[in-house]
């Protein structure tokens, strides 16, 4: 179907990209000025900002409880950005309807951004946040993780991070990752137009374009992420065998769409469960920027149903 109205509409009313090179101080700042007053977000029983002592060192973390039950299950949340952009104020709202949607607790990892961390601090980062959500006492019990669900989730870069982490946790023998949920995936950072379909189909026009691709993953690769490592582009990786099983989101309009519903064939073939879920009428982006839509507000929902 053609690019949902509402979502043309938003669209048509977006000047065009600045000239030169991007500038991701200024395009950070102009993100955060965006972000909703904290009294106009959803409401919910716990939304508490602390800080995770790792071993990656100290991360920010903001730690979103849904209702005051003494344990519950944890999503560990990242988010996206091209590894360069986005916080834990920009992905508030997305945060925030996870825990609302699943009933879970939801860890939001602050993690360290390209260019002024190079790879692979934001990655160790994450893997670090997840080991501390499940180590009561290295968390001070703020967490309050039940043992049960433990689910790696993020969207765009995020689901980047959040493929690799899964990927890390089974290398090293941590088998207490559940879930993975992946929203529209960036999985192969190698970004040859001619390798997926969708690159081409959706080039221009539904708000990432792919010609866009390369200077807003720049910051990343040009920090020492090599597009050939499997944790930088999972979908590189040769053995599937045992991650957790998957929920991918994916757009018709992305052009990340195809590498993300070939990593879950990929996924499925190596015996993990899988879902596969591609949002017509959407582009990339649409969980952060159009949940607004009860139709794209779904993908949310499918998440929390996934989860439980």
Sequence with gaps: MALHPQIAEVLRTLPAPPDGPLD???MRAA????VTPLDERLPLNLVLDTTARTTSGDVPVRIYRPTD???SGVIVYLHGGAFFLGSLETHDHVARALAKESGLTVVAVGYRLAPESVFPAGLQDCCAVLRWV???HANGGVVRWDGATLAVVGDSSGGTYAAAVAAMAHDDGFDRITHQVLFYPSLDLDLDVDRYASLRENAVGYGMETAGL???NAFYLDSGADPADPL???IKR???TGLPPALIITAEHDPLRDE????GTRLREAGVEVTVSRYAGAGHGFVQHFSWIPDYHRAIEEAGEFLC
């Design 24 to 26: 991701p101080v200024a």
């Design 31 to 34: 993100e955060e000025s965006q």
């Design 69 to 71: 039950t003494e344990t």
């Design 134 to 136: 499940a180590d009561g």
């Design 214 to 216: 390369k200077p807003f």
């Design 232 to 234: 930088v582009s999972p």
């Design 238 to 240: 040769t053995d599937l």
């Design 260 to 263: 993300g519903e070939l990593y």
